[in-house]
């Protein structure tokens, strides 16, 4: 009789911008974990040359953004898909590879982000030979952020508008710069 093995993790918002899921904790902005998310279970068709669907295997993640395949098989190579919740923003760093049987997958698993056949958004882990339990096996996403603010004429020097004095200032162009991280 062959071992059955199972294969599990998280989808959540990496608010603490880690790469690492650290529910709960992590400062004043902890991780969150996002719930009904879609993760697919694919399987590697040496005969298709490509990772096709588990038919019926796919999990909208829990409450606590956990999600869990069972009774798969150590003979077949599988890839894990996390279709991009709504609300949020792709975070391909984030993406983690966990452990088999207790050994980090290393080298033998890669992450994807837009593979062929994917939305560019779509992120996938490939390459999961299961010859134990696979746990922690992360897809981490961000939320969006905007920046706002008034120009205004700063009468008394305050460094905030505190006074009818402090009028607007209609016309201004504001230019962000910096470095965009996604």
Same mark, same amino acid.
């Given at each position: 009789v062959q071992q059955r093995v199972s294969l599990s993790g998280y989808v959540f918002a990496d608010r603490t911008r880690n790469d690492v899921y650290l529910p709960g904790g992590g400062g004043p902005n902890p991780d969150t974990p996002i719930e009904n998310a879609r993760v697919e279970l694919l399987e590697w068709d040496a005969g298709a040359g490509e990772y096709v669907p588990v038919p019926g295997a796919f999990f909208d993640t829990l409450a606590d953004g956990s999600y869990q395949f069972t009774g798969l098989s150590p @003979?077949?190579?599988? +890839? *894990?898909?996390? &279709? *991009?919740? +709504?609300?949020? *923003? %792709? &975070? @391909? %760093?984030a993406v983690a590879p966990g452990d088999i049987g207790g050994v980090p997958c290393g080298v033998a698993c890669s992450v994807q982000t837009g593979a062929a056949g994917d939305a560019a958004s779509t992120d996938r882990i490939e390459g999961i030979r299961l010859t134990g339990d696979g746990t922690g096996f992360n897809f981490g996403e961000t939320v969006p952020v905007s920046v706002s603010g008034v120009v205004f004429f700063d009468t008394d020097n305050a460094g905030s508008q505190n006074n009818a004095a402090d009028v607007g200032i209609q016309g201004v162009a504001i230019v962000l710069t910096g470095t965009d991280d996604l």
């Open positions: @003979a077949n190579t599988y +890839a *894990l898909r996390e &279709l *991009l919740p +709504a609300g949020y *923003l %792709s &975070l @391909a %760093s």
